[in-house]
C-alpha cells in the first residue's frame, strides 16, 4: 500500500505547515523515507508536530518513520490520533491494527474491523479482512475465519471456477442462474489460500483440494507451499509431500515442522525418509525430540520414539508435547497418547481425551461404555476412534470359539430399531431365541430318497410318515416332549393336535379338503431330540412349488444338512442344480447314499466314485466323505432285526453322527447363527449406507447453498452503492403507484398535513407496503439467489426508518432513494449471512452406517 503521507497530501492542505514556515521540514523527511532513513525522518515528524499539533500530514510522516523503524509503539500512537481526524479512512484503521497486532495489543482486532468496514476502501478493506482470517485461523477458529473471508467477495468467483450453480433467483432464464467458469487470473489467490486452510483445519479435505489449482506451485510462499504439502500429504502423495514440506520449512512457514515431522513418522518409503534425514541433519535439528522420534517411528523404533518426547517433555523442551500430541494422533499410537496423558493432560483436545477414555474402558473388556465413548469423537480424531471401535466389533466374533452374542445382537438389534427394520429386529429376536435351542439337522433330498425312512432309523421310532403323496407333502420338524404328539399348523385354520398313529391320515384329509399344511411338528420324548432337533423336509422334485420353497427354507433354519441319495440314479442333474443353487448359503451338508442294499458291491462302490467326481465338478464339498446304507434295513434293525442292522451300514451313519455333528453342535450351531447375523448384518449396512448418503447429499447441498448465499451477500456489500443505482430505475413503476396512492393529500391544508398524526402514518405504510417487494425482488435478482424468508422482513424494517428519517411526505416520493436502497441492500445481505449461518442437516444414520459396516466385515471374516 501507499505510504500514509502520499495518500493524505492529496486530501488535506499544507496550509498550516507552509505558515508556520516548516515546509522544508516536510520534504526533507518525505525524502528520507525514500531514502530509507526512518530515524531522520522520525525526528522531522516530531519537529513538524511540535509546532503543528494533531496535523495530519505530520502524524502521517511519523507513522510512515515509525513504521519503517520498526518502532510499532510510536506507530501506534500515531496512527490511533489520526484515526481520530480521519475516522473514515481504512488504510488509517488497517495501519493502526496490523500495528497493534505486532505489539499483541488485544484492541488490534477492534481497529481491523473498523478498516473492513469501510465502504469506498475495498483494497484497506480487503486486506483487514484477510488479516482478521488469519487471527481466527491462528487462534484455532476456522469457522470464523472462513466468515471474514465470505465479505471479500471472491467465494465467487472460486464457486465460478469449479462451476457450481447458484439457487435460482426469482424471474432469471430458465428458473436458474448459471455462473461463468472464471480464469484462474480472476480468483483472488490471497483468498483461496486461506479457504483451503480453513478447509483443512475444518478436517475437510475435499473441500481444501478444490482451491489447489489456483494455487501455482511455481509462484507459492511457504504458507502455499504448506497447504499443498498438506493435501499431497493427505492423499498419499508421500514424495509431493516432502518436498513442498522442505520448502515450506526452509521459508519458515509456520506450522511446516509439524507437518515434516508427522510425514516422517508416517513415511514407510526408505528412499524419502533417507532424503529427509539428510536435509535435517545439513540443518542440526536431528537431535531435536520431535525429528528424532519422527525418525524413530517411521523406522518401527516406536519405543525409541515415545522415549524421545517423554525425555523432551521432562526436559521442558519446547514442542515436546506438541510433537508427542501430533505423532501420537498422526500413527495413532495409544501408548504414546497414554504418555502424554500421565505427564501433561491438559494437552489433550477434548477429543482426544474422550477417545483415550474409550480406549481405556474397551482394554478393560467393557465395550458397550466403550463404544458409547467412541461414537461421540468427532473432527480429526473421529477416524481413529472409528478404528478402535472396529477393533472392538471384530473381537466379539473370534475365530474359535463362541461369540460374543448379547454384545452382536444387542448392537444389530438397536441398528435395526434405528433404522425402523421391525423385520430385521424380530430376526435378531429369534436368532437370541435360537441360542438356546439344540442342533437342527435338516434332512433333505429329492421325492422318495427315504428320508422319513432315514430319519426313523436314526431316532429308533417309527415317527416320521412314510409314502406320504408328493401333493401332501410338506415340511416336517421333529422335536423333544415327554408326550408323543403332532402338530399340524394350517394356513388360515387352527392348528390339529393329533397322535403319531393319526398323522399320516390327518394329512391325507386335509390334502383331500384343499387345506395348505404349512408346517407339521412331531413331538417325541426320545433322548436324542434333546441334543438334536430334525427337519423333515419335503422333495426338491415334488410338484408343489411351496413344497420346494419350503424345502429350501429348510437350509435357512437348519444348522447341518444331510442330502440323502438314492444309489439306483444318483447327483442326477436336478440334484447337481440345487446344490449348486444352495452353495452359497454356507451350509455344512452330508452326503449320505441311501438304499444301499438294492446295489452289488462293485456297483456301490462306482456309485460312491461317481458322487465324489459330482461334487468336485460342482464346487461343493461333503461336510465329510460320503457314505452308503440302506434306511429301510437300518429302520428294520432298530426295530429289532439285527441281521438287517448288520447289512445296512448303519454303523458308519451312526459314528458319523455322534461324532461329527452331535459332538460338534456347538461349532455346527455357532456358525450357522453367524451366517443368520451376517445377512442381517448386510441388510442393515446397504439400507444405513443408502441413508447416510441421503444424510451426505443434503449436507452438500445444503453447505452449497450456504456458500452461495455468503458469496451473493459478500457481491451486494461490495457492489452496493452500482446495485442500488440500477434499482433506482427499476422501482419506477412502484413509486409511480406510490404517488397515486399519495395525491388525494394534495388538497390539503398545510395545517392539517402537519398536525393530523394519521396523514404521517398512512405515508410510512403506503412507502413501505409499495417498494418492499419490489425492492426485494430486484435485489434479489442482482444477487443471484432466492430471497430468503427473513429477506423481506429485513428490507421492510430498513425502509420503515429510512421513511422514518426523512422531514416530509413529499420529499419520501420525489427525492433520490440511494442511500435508502443501500440501507435495503445491506439489511438483504445480513439476511443472506443469516440464512447461511444455520446449522447443516443433521446426519444420524452416519455413524449408525459405519458401526453397521464394522458388524459386516466382522461377521464376514469369521463366518
Request: net charge negative; proline share 5%.
Amino acid at each position: 500500500m501507499a505510504r500514509l503521507v502520499e495518500s493524505l497530501s492529496n486530501f488535506f492542505g499544507r496550509v498550516e505547515i507552509l505558515a508556520r514556515g516548516l515546509e522544508n521540514e516536510r520534504r526533507a523527511a518525505e525524502l528520507a523515507l525514500q531514502r530509507d532513513r526512518p530515524l531522520e525522518a522520525r525526528d522531522l515528524a516530531r519537529t513538524i508536530l511540535a509546532s503543528v499539533p494533531g496535523s495530519p500530514l505530520g502524524l502521517a510522516l511519523w507513522a510512515d518513520a515509525a513504521e519503517d523503524a520498526g518502532l510499532d509503539h510510536e506507530a501506534a500512537e500515531a496512527l490511533a490520533e489520526l484515526a481520530t481526524l480521519v475516522p473514515w479512512r481504512a488504510d488509517v484503521w488497517l495501519r493502526l491494527g496490523q500495528a497493534r497486532a505486532r505489539m499483541g495489543d488485544m484492541r488490534a482486532a477492534e481497529a481491523l474491523e473498523r478498516a473492513a468496514d469501510a465502504p469506498e476502501e475495498r483494497e484497506a478493506a480487503r486486506l483487514a479482512l484477510l488479516d482478521l482470517c488469519d487471527r481466527d485461523l491462528w487462534a484455532g477458529d476456522p469457522a470464523r475465519a472462513g466468515r471474514w473471508l465470505d465479505r471479500i467477495g471472491t467465494p465467487l468467483a472460486v464457486i465460478m471456477a469449479s462451476g457450481t450453480e447458484l439457487p435460482a433467483a426469482p424471474g432469471g432464464a430458465g428458473g436458474a442462474a448459471r455462473l461463468v467458469r472464471a480464469e484462474p487470473s480472476s480468483v483472488d489467490r490471497e483468498v483461496a489460500l486461506r479457504r483451503a486452510e480453513c478447509a483443512l483445519a475444518l478436517g475437510d479435505v475435499a473441500a481444501a483440494a478444490r482451491y489447489a489449482p489456483v494455487l501455482d506451485p511455481e509462484r507459492i510462499d511457504g504458507r502455499g507451499a504448506l497447504v499443498l504439502a498438506r493435501l499431497a500429504f493427505a492423499e498419499g502423495q508421500w514424495s509431493s509431500a516432502l518436498d513442498l514440506g522442505l520448502r515450506a520449512c526452509i521459508l519458515d512457514a509456520p506450522g511446516s515442522a509439524e507437518l515434516l515431522t508427522a510425514l516422517i513418522a508416517s513415511c514407510r518409503d526408505v528412499v524419502l525418509v533417507d532424503r529427509a534425514r539428510r536435509v535435517v541433519t545439513a540443518a542440526g535439528l536431528l537431535e531435536e525430540p520431535a525429528w528424532a522420534a519422527a525418525f524413530a517411528f517411521a523406522e518401527g523404533r516406536r519405543a525409541d520414539a515415545r522415549a524421545a518426547l517423554s525425555r523432551g517433555l521432562s526436559a521442558g523442551h519446547a514442542g515436546a508435547a506438541a510433537a508427542l500430541l501430533r505423532l501420537a494422533t498422526e500413527t495413532r499410537d495409544l501408548d504414546a497418547l497414554h504418555a502424554l496423558a500421565a505427564r501433561d493432560p491438559g494437552r489433550l483436545p477434548e477429543d482426544l481425551r474422550t477417545l483415550r477414555e474409550g480406549a481405556v474402558l474397551a482394554a478393560e473388556g467393557r465395550h458397550r461404555a466403550a463404544l458409547a465413548k467412541l461414537e461421540r469423537v468427532s473432527g480429526e480424531a473421529a477416524a481413529w476412534a472409528a478404528e478402535i471401535a472396529s477393533g472392538v466389533i471384530t473381537s466379539w466374533v473370534p475365530g474359535e470359539g463362541i461369540a460374543a452374542w448379547p454384545d452382536l445382537l444387542d448392537e444389530l438389534g438397536r441398528s435395526a430399531r434405528a433404522l425402523e427394520r421391525l423385520d430385521l429386529v424380530t430376526s435378531v429376536e429369534a436368532i437370541a431365541v435360537e441360542r438356546e435351542r439344540p442342533l437342527r439337522v435338516a434332512v433333505v433330498g429329492e421325492f422318495n430318497a427315504g428320508k422319513s425312512t432315514f430319519l426313523n432309523a436314526l431316532l429308533g421310532e417309527d415317527v416320521a410318515p412314510t409314502g406320504v403323496l408328493p401333493t401332501t407333502a410338506t415340511l416336517h420338524w421333529v422335536a423333544w416332549a415327554p408326550d408323543p404328539f403332532a402338530r399340524i399348523v394350517v394356513r388360515g385354520a387352527p392348528d390339529r393336535v393329533v397322535p403319531h398313529a393319526g398323522l399320516k391320515s390327518a394329512l391325507k384329509s386335509l390334502a383331500a379338503d384343499g387345506a395348505r399344511v404349512e408346517r407339521v411338528f412331531i413331538y417325541a420324548p426320545i433322548e436324542r431330540l434333546k441334543r438334536v432337533e430334525i427337519l423333515d423336509t419335503p422333495g426338491f422334485n415334488a410338484p408343489d412349488p411351496d413344497h420346494i420353497a419350503a424345502a429350501r427354507q429348510a437350509f435357512d433354519e437348519a444348522h447341518v444338512a444331510v442330502w440323502l441319495l438314492d444309489a439306483s440314479g444318483p447327483m442326477k442333474e436336478s440334484e447337481r442344480r440345487v446344490l449348486s443353487e444352495i452353495e452359497g448359503l454356507g451350509v455344512p451338508v452330508q452326503i449320505l447314499v441311501n438304499k444301499a442294499d438294492r446295489l452289488s458291491p462293485a456297483e456301490l462302490a462306482h456309485v460312491l466314485v461317481h458322487v465324489q467326481k459330482s461334487l468336485e465338478e460342482t464346487g461343493i464339498g461333503s461336510y465329510a466323505p460320503p457314505l452308503a446304507f440302506s434306511a429301510r434295513l437300518s429302520l428294520k434293525g432298530k426295530l429289532g432285526d439285527a441281521a438287517a442292522l448288520e447289512a445296512s451300514g448303519w454303523a458308519g451313519v451312526e459314528a458319523l453322527f455322534a461324532e461329527r455333528i452331535v459332538d460338534r453342535s456347538a461349532q455346527l450351531r455357532e456358525r450357522a447363527l453367524r451366517r443368520r447375523a451376517l445377512r442381517i448384518a448386510r441388510e442393515l449396512a446397504t439400507v444405513a449406507a443408502a441413508r447416510a448418503a441421503e444424510d451426505r447429499t443434503k449436507i452438500e447441498e445444503t453447505r452449497a447453498t450456504h456458500e452461495a448465499l455468503r458469496a451473493a451477500a459478500a457481491k451486494l456489500r461490495h457492489d452496493r452503492r452500482t446495485i442500488a443505482a440500477s434499482i433506482e430505475n427499476a422501482l419506477e413503476p412502484a413509486r409511480r403507484a406510490l404517488v397515486a396512492d399519495l395525491r388525494p393529500l394534495g388538497d390539503l391544508t398545510d395545517e392539517r398535513k402537519r398536525t393530523d398524526p394519521g396523514l404521517e402514518a398512512y405515508v410510512e405504510e403506503r412507502f413501505v407496503a409499495r417498494l418492499t417487494d419490489p425492492l426485494v425482488q430486484e435485489i434479489a435478482r442482482h444477487a443471484g439467489v432466492a430471497a430468503p424468508p427473513a429477506a423481506g422482513a429485513s428490507v421492510r424494517a430498513a425502509l420503515m426508518g429510512a421513511v422514518a428519517a426523512l422531514p416530509a411526505p413529499a420529499e419520501r416520493v420525489d427525492r433520490p432513494l440511494g442511500r435508502v436502497l443501500e440501507a435495503a441492500i445491506v439489511a438483504f445481505a445480513a439476511a443472506l449471512v443469516a440464512a447461511a449461518e444455520v446449522g447443516l442437516p443433521a446426519a444420524p444414520f452416519a455413524l449408525l452406517s459405519q458401526r453397521a459396516a464394522m458388524i459386516e466385515s466382522a461377521l464376514a471374516a469369521k463366518a
